[in-house]
């Protein structure tokens, strides 16, 4: 098979929920756990850390694999979904498998495949856990791919579990409730393995805290171990001073990563550092200060909050639920522009009339959707978006609205493109 009949077989046989939606879910670890079996459990020859949340699990990863990176562990990444290429998902040391171990690993067992008929993202994880394995990785960031109880990453027993924060995301899945959804991620705590709880609310830490508990595991809550003082943002990225018990423990920390919203996120890597540097990893000081001013550099990662153009300024960012199209907005508001030209574009699935009444009134929009079965069209967007005082035009291909937005703009104006992580790939 040639890497192009790879591609092909897995987009258009197996089930990929972030382009189909939900006929892709499954409600069970059946699958997983026959392939962890047929493979041989290859994620138990080394250490993984479980990374969940609503927003914010994808930044977390990368800070983290940058740290260890950088503190010299061999380390694998797993994330998704991808921006440009399907190999972004499966990284050691910020290097994207290559395309030569994917032909292989899908031909040599296309029978098994053929067989359990996994889902897209169970193999992804089969190929994740077995790649990592053969390049003898020393640890694995694991990101949940939704969820966390039925996700087919929860067959690891990681040495730390994350959850970043909980939001009204994939309820029709995860349920209708912040303390529903909580209980869902909740189920990646494992027996006597320390859970980091980046942000919580009042109706999901008894949930933590009980599953916790029970699964006689020390909770740590990111948000009383690290308090964030920020002290200056630009296109190139953030510092912050960091307390910790009134004592200013990480003075002038520079992030390469832009969005306000990464405050969030630095505070709970920062908590998982310390929980991993207590069970034995030796991360120094230079070595965090290093790997957090150089993320994209040694991760590849790409999408958030970043500048994409000059002359007009254009940042796109990969924020694609109320809660991160909050932060988004925030930011916007920080920009001096002469006008706002909005590029936008959702999948159908999301709770599109909550992040309508967020957006800014004053922009002129460029209504779009990706190249996916799930989007949202870009003239349904546009007619939905008038009822919120949202006015532009509609473009069915994102190239054709961002070309739009670039031809009206003038310099001083400012052109930002979201609203869902494919509208972003199609720009990249």
Not at 106 to 125: A, G, R, T, Y
Not at 257 to 274: R, S
Request: hydrophobic letters at 40%; a negative charge.
């Amino acid at each position: 098979m040639t890497y192009q009949e790879v591609m092909d077989y897995m987009y258009s046989q197996l089930p990929m929920f972030h382009r189909i939606g939900s006929s892709a879910y499954k409600a069970n670890l059946d699958t997983a756990l026959y392939m962890d079996d047929y493979f041989g459990f290859p994620h138990k020859g080394y250490k993984t850390i479980h990374v969940a949340g609503t927003n914010g699990k994808g930044s977390v990863s990368h800070m983290l694999a940058s740290i260890l990176q950088t503190a010299g562990y061999k380390t694998g990444l797993f994330t998704s979904p991808h921006l440009q290429d399907f190999r972004e998902r499966v990284k050691v040391n910020g290097v994207m498998i290559s395309k030569e171990e994917v032909i292989d690993f899908i031909s040599q067992h296309k029978p098994m495949f053929d067989k359990v008929n996994p889902s897209f993202f169970e193999m992804n994880s089969a190929l994740a856990f077995y790649y990592f394995s053969k390049n003898k990785v020393d640890v694995a960031i694991i990101e949940v791919g939704m969820g966390g109880r039925l996700d087919s990453t929860n067959i690891i027993m990681p040495v730390l579990s994350i959850i970043t924060n909980i939001g009204m995301d994939h309820t029709e899945f995860l349920g209708e409730t912040l303390g529903k959804i909580a209980s869902e991620k909740a189920g990646i705590i494992k027996k006597h393995v320390p859970v980091v709880i980046g942000e919580y609310h009042p109706d999901t830490l008894p949930i933590f805290q009980d599953f916790a508990k029970r699964s006689e595991a020390d909770i740590l809550l990111a948000d009383e171990t690290y308090q964030i003082r920020h002290l200056s943002v630009n296109s190139n990225g953030q510092s912050f001073n960091v307390y910790k018990d009134d004592q200013n423990v990480y003075e002038n920390l520079r992030l390469d990563l832009a969005g306000l919203y990464q405050q969030k996120n630095i505070n709970t890597a920062l908590t998982a550092v310390d929980q991993l540097q207590k069970i034995g990893f030796s991360i120094t000081r230079q070595q965090l200060f290093d790997a957090l001013s150089n993320v994209m550099d040694k991760t590849g990662l790409q999408g958030r909050w970043q500048t994409i153009g000059n002359n007009p300024l254009i940042i796109c960012d990969t924020g694609h639920n109320t809660e991160g199209i909050a932060w988004v907005v925030q930011q916007i508001k920080t920009i001096p522009f002469n006008q706002l030209h909005m590029v936008i574009g959702f999948v159908k699935d999301k709770d599109i009339s909550s992040i309508l009444t967020l957006l800014p009134r004053n922009g002129r929009y460029y209504f779009t959707n990706a190249d996916i079965p799930r989007a949202l069209k870009a003239e349904e967007l546009k007619n939905l978006a008038s009822s919120f005082d949202l006015h532009g035009e509609s473009y069915p291909r994102v190239k054709e609205a961002l070309a739009a937005a670039k031809a009206n703009a003038l310099k001083e104006d400012f052109i930002f493109v979201g609203g869902s992580t494919f509208v972003v790939a199609e720009v990249f």
